[in-house]
């Protein structure tokens, strides 16, 4: 878990998104409650149960984006749902629960990653012996006389310096389980899971051989090495304790399952539907997944909405008094549009020069090219549809499409200043009908 504090949590927040103070520390403050919380004593830490955030801001400010920066930064199980998602018509009462089986899968593979990483080496060295046992398939007595080590040794280093990479050999692999896909009806998630397992463990023994080159065949065997040497039990410990200590459930679009003002009737039903289902996840309770039992009381809950129709106080209470920490996150300005261009590592200017840097072109972006570029983001965001920073990933793709288009041919460096982003874009921006397409 991260030790980091509130203030260090920030500073790595900015690294990557511009602006959104607010939103920033709530979601720091709550990660550094979880580290408080492992500090007290046991018995009073089962007490102290997260204190959820609602995030209020319009489409494309960054809501999602800082949930996701923040669970990567303290290596915390992560999902995004869409509230949403439970009421579509046909998918009434669709299972809330897969909520959590969705995070736990993706603990799963996080912890296998990790324990993969820990034992490489040692499943590089056993699929190193078995490779050199298929290039030297001799007797066994003969593998222990002193020529045989040599010749081994002396392949071994070949095998290492990458010599032999291209040499074709054959060898036994575990056959790859049977693909078996089932179809169930929502709601019944955990049979397909059970049926699935039991399909893929009747063909776990069975091995089958194969014809690869050495390089492949490393590959291939030190995987299946790696996942000889993890204990399947442990992985699934640690990842149902991360999910339960960690985990972090970022809920979208949960204004769009409050009750508006305006309407009758009907849809409200399902919609007050949905929070009832959501309510108990929130306030803690043991959810069955096919890796075991897990309780949501510590799980951190991110609801985030841009609440255009409906007011906070729309929810149902038992769901307000849930989601304390309110925050709102502001619209973005044409000047947060132009540090976005080009502040946060790895900003969509870098990516951009880095890839087509790959072709040996290169190009740069002037000052009062980066501003215009924001500026006419802006001005599309007002005249059609308001999508946030989204509007500079479209921008930019069409912006650079015809340099993307002719890389690696004639002219190889360009300079995107001001007048360059008017003759691409303008006759584009002005027009409404053609900007709802295009840009
Ligand atoms: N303040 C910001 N700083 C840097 N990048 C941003 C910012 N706001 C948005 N972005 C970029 O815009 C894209 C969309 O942002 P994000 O997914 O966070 O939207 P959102 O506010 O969660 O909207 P929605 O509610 O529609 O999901 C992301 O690629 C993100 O990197």
Not at 239 to 244: F, G, Q, Y
């Amino acid at each position: 878990m991260s030790s980091m504090t509130p203030r260090e949590i920030v500073h790595e927040l900015d690294r990557h998104i511009v602006g959104q103070n607010n939103a920033k520390r709530a979601v720091a403050i709550a990660l550094r409650n979880r580290w408080r919380r492992m500090q007290v004593d046991a018995d009073l830490r089962g007490e102290i149960t997260p204190k959820n955030i609602l995030m209020i801001g319009p489409t494309g400010v960054g809501k999602t984006e800082i949930a996701r920066r923040l669970a990567k930064l303290s290596g915390a199980p992560f999902i995004k749902v869409e509230a949403t998602k439970f009421t579509e018509v046909g998918y009434v009462g669709r299972d809330v629960e897969s909520i959590i089986r969705d995070l736990v899968e993706s603990a799963m593979k996080m912890q296998r990653e990790t324990a993969m990483k820990r034992v490489q080496l040692s499943a590089m060295e056993a699929a190193e012996e078995r490779v050199l046992d298929a290039l030297l398939p001799k007797a066994r007595g003969e593998q222990d006389s002193d020529s045989g080590a040599n010749t081994r040794q002396v392949f071994r280093k070949k095998l290492r310096e990458g010599e032999l990479d291209e040499k074709e050999i054959e060898i036994d692999l575990a056959a790859t389980p049977v693909g078996v896909e089932i179809m169930a009806p929502p709601g019944m998630e955990d049979m397909t899971n059970q049926l699935q397992n039991m399909f893929s463990s009747m063909s776990n023994d069975r091995k089958q051989t194969s014809k690869m080159t050495v390089k492949q065949a490393m590959k291939a065997l030190e995987e299946e090495e790696a996942a000889k040497l993890v204990n399947n039990e442990d992985i699934k410990a640690m990842a149902i304790e991360s999910v339960e200590q960690n985990g972090i459930v970022f809920l979208d679009e949960i204004d769009k399952v409050a009750k508006r003002a305006d309407s009758g009737g009907g849809a409200d039903v399902s919609r007050e539907g949905v929070q009832r289902d959501l309510l108990p996840l929130i306030e803690g309770c043991t959810v069955t997944t096919k890796h075991g039992m897990v309780k949501t009381d510590h799980i951190l809950f991110i609801s985030s909405g841009a609440f255009h129709l409906s007011k906070p106080s729309d929810l149902i209470p038992e769901l307000q008094g849930r989601l304390p920490i309110r925050v709102e996150l502001s619209a973005l300005t044409p000047d947060d549009f132009e540090r976005i261009l080009t502040e946060p590592s790895a900003s969509l200017t870098e990516q951009q020069q880095a890839l087509l840097a790959t072709e040996g072109v290169k190009i740069e972006f002037s000052k009062d090219g980066i501003r215009r570029i924001a500026e006419t983001a802006y001005e599309v965001n007002e005249r059609t549809e308001n999508i946030g920073a989204r509007r500079l990933h479209t921008l930019l793709e069409r912006l650079l499409e015809d340099i993307s288009f002719d890389a690696g041919s004639d002219q190889q460096s360009f300079t995107i200043d001001a007048a360059y982003v008017d003759s691409h874009l303008n006759e584009l921006a002005q027009d409404e009908d053609l900007s709802r397409y295009i840009l």
